[in-house]
């Protein structure tokens, strides 16, 4: 028996949304209806109820951690995500190559993205042979899109409880690192990040790739900003908990990093691009063949919450009816439903309405040969809210692989 789960990020909707409906009450979704009619349809408060979820925070939940206990801050999830090599204990820090223009012996951030430079792989390798040793700390940088990035530092008595290096404005100077709390390994590590940003500042400020983008008039990547620490939690990987080999379909990194954390394999997918331009026929015809090595297949889809952050009702309508016709269709005419156990739900409800993410519940739907179908013959919030399964708090990932009977019995 086999489980797929996927998640539409932003997915529920409100009334306020189109008119008294929300955007996927008003698409056209014949795909997720037939999947409706045989499955079972509820309510999912994605952390709890009135707790207005974060992407990372919703995602740990819906895998079955407790994000009050293991979430530390998005940055070492964005680390993982990015194929970085991160281990419980160490510090991560979100990172952005910058302008600075030394002024009466100051820093001064006049860029804080570079002008969106695109040579981030070529600077980090003058990065990354900068010595740290001598403070007794290892450390590795990775360049993702534009001007980001992510550093890691591992050794003994580092503390996550740093201030950032970025100032979060220009015109003013690069910040000093600063102690959050009044231990030796958040001072040491605040000393730490102040000599690793000096340094990063003398390997880049003369970098040919520098002197070329100064010479085409572009601002330069000379210095790094760090911002966001966080300790790498310890996660139980579910397909240890479970003995399942499993497998991650997505675009951001975000999410790449919470699967990867749950011992998931990132595949890569082409056309897969975390946005609205994404190839969702693409990502289907790599679900079905992950399907066949793996026992579980977690895929992402992300375009939803961005047509929601936008405010874009019709957008998001659209979209939802893309992930019907072109992932689903695609997706459902390669499965074989007497095999198989499939979820499909969002991380939270983005309404476009208000533009961000808000604690409403949102639907979920399971269909497979251990579910009991219920009166469901549409899939939308106004029928999860009627559907057998009623509501719940997260934990989507457990109850799918409790229907494919993987996990072991709580008790005698
Ligand atoms: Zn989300
Ligand atoms: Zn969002």
Do not use: W
Not at 148 to 157: D, H, I, M, P, Q
Not at 353 to 358: D, L, N, Q, V
Request: glycine share 12%.
């Amino acid at each position: 028996m086999r489980a797929i789960l996927v998640i539409a990020d932003g997915l529920g909707g409100r009334p306020t949304d189109m008119g008294g409906a929300t955007c996927l009450e008003r698409a056209r979704t014949p795909n997720l209806d037939e999947l409706a009619r045989k499955g079972a349809l509820g309510l999912m408060d994605p952390i709890a109820p009135g707790v207005r979820p974060g992407s990372d925070t919703s995602h740990l939940s819906i895998f079955g951690y407790d994000p009050y206990r293991v979430y530390t801050g998005r940055g070492a999830f964005e680390a993982l995500g990015i194929g970085m090599d991160v281990r419980s204990g160490d510090v991560c820090f979100r990172a952005n190559f910058a302008t600075v223009e030394e002024r009466n012996g100051e820093l001064i951030v006049v860029d804080r993205r570079a002008g969106r430079l695109s040579e981030g792989k070529e600077l980090e390798g003058a990065i990354n042979e900068i010595d740290l040793s001598d403070l007794g700390v290892e450390f590795s940088f990775r360049a993702s899109t534009e001007h980001r990035g992510a550093l890691v530092l591992r050794g003994k008595g580092l503390s996550a409880a740093v201030s950032d290096t970025d100032p979060h404005e220009t015109g003013v100077a690069l910040h000093e690192a600063k102690a959050l709390e009044d231990s030796e390994a958040a001072r040491r590590t605040a000393e730490i990040l102040n000599e690793f940003s000096r340094r990063a500042y003398q390997v880049l400020r003369d970098h040919p790739v520098n002197r070329r983008r100064q010479g085409e008039g572009k601002p330069p990547g000379n210095a790094l900003l760090l911002r966001g620490a966080a300790l790498m939690p310890h996660l139980e990987p579910i397909t240890n908990k479970y003995g399942i080999r499993g497998a991650c379909i997505a675009g951001g990194a975000l999410y790449k990093g919470v699967a990867r954390a749950a011992g998931l394999e990132v595949l890569s997918v082409p056309g897969a691009t975390g946005d609205l331009r994404t190839d969702l026929a693409s990502k289907a015809r790599a679900a079905l063949e992950a399907l066949e090595s793996y026992d579980f297949v977690f895929v992402h889809i992300k375009g939803t919450d961005n047509a929601g952050h936008d405010g874009d009702a019709e957008a998001k309508r659209a979209f939802i009816e893309r992930i019907d016709s072109e992932f689903f269709g695609t997706l459902l005419s390669g499965l074989d439903m007497g095999q198989i156990h499939l979820c499909f739900s969002g991380d939270h409800t983005t309404p476009p309405a208000t533009g961000e993410h808000t604690a409403d519940p949102v639907p979920v739907l399971f269909a497979g040969p251990a579910i009991r179908p219920d009166k469901c013959e549409k899939f939308s919030e106004r029928a999860a809210g009627e559907g057998g399964l009623g509501r719940f708090s997260g934990r989507l990932v457990p109850q799918l692989l409790s229907y494919c009977d993987f996990g072991e019995k709580f008790g005698a």
